[in-house]
């Protein structure tokens, strides 16, 4: 079981990244994706999540209506659309997997079995 993320860099305040989660061995569709993402010195924290199959999706309060999550199928890709990014989205994001239906349970990352690598954001001037 293989996550690679993408897309990660460094941008300005107010500008737009859009992250890949690829996997090469088993298809995101049958799945449940999570981002997540960990800043120096602070806890890993859950951004986003798309459930399998009907691809119901959730964020963290702090980046509602900034971030969207989508998922394509014919790519077996998930994205993360980040828009008007702020200083404080400065991270490491990753991407995770679970086959559990954990729904609203799925900012803990204990639930998730295998993850990426990560990819840096960074927010800055």
């Known amino acids: 079981v293989q996550l690679v993320e993408s897309g990660g860099g460094l941008v300005q305040p107010g500008g737009s990244l859009r992250l890949s989660c690829v996997a090469s061995?088993?298809?995101?569709?049958?799945?449940?994706i999570g981002w997540f993402r960990q800043a120096p010195g602070k806890e890993r924290e859950g951004v986003s999540y798309?459930?399998?199959?009907?691809?119901?999706?959730y964020y963290a309060d702090s980046v509602k209506g900034r971030f969207t999550i989508s998922r394509d199928n014919v790519k077996n890709t998930v994205h993360l659309q980040m828009n008007s990014l702020k200083p404080e989205d400065t991270a490491v994001y990753y991407c995770?997997?679970?086959?559990?239906?954990?729904?609203?349970?799925?900012?803990?990352?204990?639930?998730?079995?295998?993850w990426g690598q990560g990819t840096q954001v960074t927010v800055s001037l």
């Open positions: 061995t088993f298809s995101l569709y049958s799945n449940n």
């Open positions: 995770a997997k679970t086959s559990r239906m954990i729904g609203s349970s799925w900012s803990s990352a204990s639930w998730y079995d295998y």
């Open positions: 798309i459930s399998s199959s009907a691809g119901r999706t």
